[in-house]
T-cell receptor, first 120, second 110 residues
């Protein structure tokens, strides 16, 4: 399947600062990228869906001014957590979707390894 | 809520035994997918089963889907210690948006 990377893998920051997380699709043209957050021992919650070159679609309850998403190319999407607070501490995971790899259903999403954010 | 509900929440078995977990949902779906997540890592896609399919196999994995009962099951046969992970079902009702269930934490003891 597709290789997806995230950077950084973990970050610790002070309350009030902004943090940018990158999601890169290394061998796959990702027409759509998804951002999820996951609290400890809980499921993944979709935050937003972004299509290359257009504005992201945010899920209900997710503040778009708080979580800025940019999907500038078919291989890169960024999530910026603005003015981070301790309650933003979480595990953020991206996934990519596009034309499926040979043998894989087109609906398959490929996930990055996640970024753990801790806001002090 | 469209979210899948998984049962059990946690499962502990001995190596070599089979592990079965179930997923129930509330809406009509296009497909249902199962993923595995090792602790603190990303998700790995296991199997996708479409709404017109009833059963799929992949290696030691067997997935069933009963759309009349709005439920799916994942069976891992002859489990190994390396199968220790959390397993999530996710439904796709429209487009390609995944809605995840709460997950089943599986511990396979050597």
């Amino acid at each position: 399947g597709a290789v997806v990377s995230q950077h950084p893998s973990w970050v610790i920051c002070k309350s009030g600062t902004s943090v940018k997380i990158e999601c890169r699709s290394l061998d796959f043209q990702a027409t759509t990228m998804f951002w999820y957050r996951q609290f400890p021992k809980q499921s993944l919650m979709l935050m937003a869906t972004s299509n290359e070159g257009s504005k992201a679609t945010y899920e209900q309850g997710v503040e778009k001014d708080k979580f800025l998403i940019n999907h500038a190319s078919l291989t890169l999407s960024t999530l910026t957590v603005t003015s981070a607070h301790p309650e933003d501490s979480s595990f953020y995971i991206c996934s990519v979707a596009g034309r499926g790899f040979e043998g894989a259903p087109q609906e398959t999403q490929y996930f990055g390894p996640g970024t753990r954010l801790l806001v002090l | 809520s469209q979210q899948g509900e998984e049962d059990p929440q946690a499962l502990s078995i001995q190596e070599g035994e089979n592990a079965t977990m179930n997923c129930s949902y509330k809406t009509s779906i296009n497909n249902l997918q199962w993923y595995r997540q090792n602790s603190g890592r990303g998700l790995v896609h296991l199997i996708l089963i479409r709404s017109n399919e009833r059963e799929k196999h992949s290696g030691r994995l067997r997935v069933t889907l009963d759309t009349s009962k709005k439920s799916s099951s994942l069976l891992i046969t002859a489990s190994r210690a390396a199968d220790t992970a959390s397993y999530f079902c996710a439904i796709v009702a429209a487009g390609n948006k995944l809605t995840f269930g709460g997950g089943t934490r599986v511990l396979v003891k050597p």
